[in-house]
């Protein structure tokens, strides 16, 4: 059972615009900046989204995030074929005093 | 570019003790956290801990009996022990740094197999 809560599946077709959420609470979203994870088959998990909404150099303007109260939301448009991983989100929490993550959103591209 | 390469036994018997070391190359920052973060096969991620480059520490509480890391900037390595190893172990494990909480550079993983 993760502390974040992400849907395990999400689909679209091409050229769709996708939205995956995460929800937490105020030990972790609420007070915390939200990171997400694209873990490609077989690779290791990648940067995509940091400080809620920020793309590291060289992730495309399709991808983008955003946080509001205890949730946040990774947003994909435009999807194209090599979108299709899995997702993670992930945020420091307060109580705990570390890193938790989302159990993960399986996206496939229909 | 920062480079993360993990390195260890691939095979840890029962009880005992897994030993991991991440070898950074391409630069090691002082201002990072030096994070281990494992993957059970067809599962999530889940966070082990962190190690400052002062060597302050913070660890997974449902982990921390069991876990010890350490950093030795001298050869650009950061390490993780992990005690008393059950099958519940079995996962590959990253190594990844930070700034903040966000895990910019990640190795490209170690499996990790605990039977006897």
């Known amino acids: 059972q993760s502390v974040l809560t992400q849907p395990p599946s999400a689909s679209g077709t091409p050229g769709q615009r996708v939205t995956i959420s995460c929800s937490g609470s105020s030990s972790n979203i609420g007070g915390n900046t939200v990171n997400w994870y694209q873990q490609l088959p077989g690779t290791a998990p990648k940067l995509l989204i940091y400080?809620?909404?920020q793309r590291p150099s060289g992730v495309p303007d399709r991808f983008s995030g955003s946080k509001s109260g205890t949730s946040a939301s990774l947003a994909i448009s435009g999807l194209q074929s090599e979108d299709e991983a899995e997702y993670y989100c992930a945020a420091w929490d307060d109580s705990l005093n570390g890193v938790v993550f989302g159990g993960g959103t399986k996206l496939t591209v229909l | 570019q920062v480079q993360l390469q993990e390195s260890g036994p691939g095979l840890v018997k029962p009880s005992e003790t897994l030993s991991l070391t991440c070898t950074v190359s391409?630069?090691?920052?002082?201002?990072?956290?030096w994070s281990w973060i494992r993957q059970p096969a067809g599962k999530g991620l889940e966070w082990i801990g962190r190690?400052?480059?002062?060597?302050?520490?913070n660890y997974n509480p449902s982990l921390k009996s069991r876990v010890t890391m350490s950093v030795d900037t001298s050869k650009n390595q950061f390490s993780l022990k992990l005690s008393s190893v059950t099958a519940a172990d079995t996962a590959v494990y990253y190594c990844?740094?930070?700034?903040?909480?966000?895990?910019?550079?990640w190795g490209q993983g170690t499996l990790v197999t605990v039977s006897s």
């Open positions: 990844a740094s930070a700034i903040d909480t966000a895990l910019d550079y």
């Open positions: 391409g630069g090691f920052i002082r201002s990072y956290y």
């Open positions: 400080r809620n909404n």
């Open positions: 190690v400052y480059t002062s060597g302050s520490t």
